[in-house]
């Protein structure tokens, strides 16, 4: 690949030779990679961090459950909505200005948030900070790919992997340090300091690599469409749970995602410049790489929503201890996603990608059947297998989608990656809480009879499953001490059995995301990065 440097100072990446990294810091691949390290530190740190504010945020501005709710939905929304049509924005007009955009929007966001004295603005801003950080996660992977060489692109995607899983892993320890001592504003304004860190960094050190044919126009009807299937699609996740699957506006959101993605692909077929290329997807490995990480979030994610309540309503652990606890888990992701990068780069994707679903296979059917009295050791092995199991997907699944895709289109790639982890997170909270929610029904109330417990009225009933469903014993205050524990054995029992049969359900779709592993292999453009230059 040879290189052209323009008088803007970006860089026009030919078919050639080698690209020029720029000149002294600026394009230098380590100190690229820790400057968009530090950007996507802030977006993942916030994934998690929030949560453990939402009960305060809750009472200091008298919100409604809805409302809270909302918090964290329009965030998801407006991410995953986003994420494709934001790696467009970067491959049509650089990485580097996409990535400085995001950084600046999404510091100055939490800084508004931070200032907020209703719900309301602390709503729409955190759409704005899903907004935000779609055009920063995308953009970094861009900006990676471009200028590291096919030999070292794997250990970066490793680091970029340990840096997400440093902070998602910090976000419930620091939320909860923030909330209990400081406030819950100080979760939202530890973003404007590391933001005016990761700016300040991508000012002086990012050099914006462009394809030479990048894109020159923008799909804006693509655009459309594909935010309506995917805001449809979302929505209908988010609110499975509270309407029912078979309920009509849950079909209704099915059906107009499905209508939308149908009228998107017989668009883009037309079109000069396409969003997404349908072409992209010619490519097998690009494909499977693509439902991988669907597979693989829907596994992780869903299974992870439930272990948060195991331990804080069965084990009865505070946030900061439960963040603790889940280190095992993440800690492994941060050791093995470097070691995932130097193994995936000596002997390719595909068998790393496969060991390590079969690993996240076993660790779920381990979950499956930890009891409600699992003392710290046990649940310790089981996390740490989770996470050495998800290291090298996490890396090798980056790598065969971004590095199958065009160099011109890497931001789409980066889009469609971190896509498939929210709608493969999304669907596996959606489907595995409603297995949950289906194994509460089918078995409380018999296991209430069962224990001698007084009859419960329908509405009792209702209002118990409930709260079983998410670990939280049905206690009336009042009762002798003996039948509180009998209420909290059977609660317990029953939630544990429900978490069971969904860690079950996890361990299927890890084992068919095994298989799909086994289609993948080693880019096949990844040599149309940057050279060797630097590093």
Known sequence: MTGQITADGRVNLEKSGPAPSGSGLRGHPWLTLFAVAVGVMMVALDGTIVAVANPAIQKDLGASLAEVQWITNGYLLALAVSLVTAGKLGDRFGHRQTFLVGVAGFGLSSAVIGLSGGVEPVIGFRVAQGLFGALLMPAALGLLRATFPAEKLNMAIGIW?????????????????LVEHVSWQSVFFINVPVGIVALVFGLFILLDHRAENAPRSFDLLGVLLLSGAMFSLVWALIKAAEWGWGDTKTLVFLGASLVCFGLFALWEGK???????????????????????VLMAFAFMGGLFFVTFYLQNVHGMRPVDSGLHLLPLTGMMIVGSPLAGAAITRIGPRIPLVAGMVATAVACFGMARLPPGTGTPVMSLWFALLGLGLAPVMVGA??????????????????????????????????????MAGTVRDSFGDNWRAAGLPPLTPEQLDLAERGVQVGIAPVPPGVPQQVARTITTVAHDTFVSGMSTAFCVAGVVAVLAAIVAGFTKRGENADAGAGAAHV
Do not use: D
């Open 161 to 177: 992997g340990m840096v997400i899983g440093a902070s998602t892993a910090a976000g419930p320890i620091v939320g909860g340090l």
């Open 271 to 293: 079109v000069a410049e396409p969003l997404v290329p349908l072409g992209m997807f010619r490519s097998l490995p690009l494909s499977a790489g693509v439902v991988l990480m």
């Open 398 to 435: 980056t790598e065969v989608i971004v590095g199958n895709a065009p160099l011109e289109l890497s931001g789409v790639a980066g889009g469609l990656q971190q896509a498939a982890m929210q709608v493969g997170g999304s669907l596996g909270t959606a489907v595995l809480g409603a297995v």
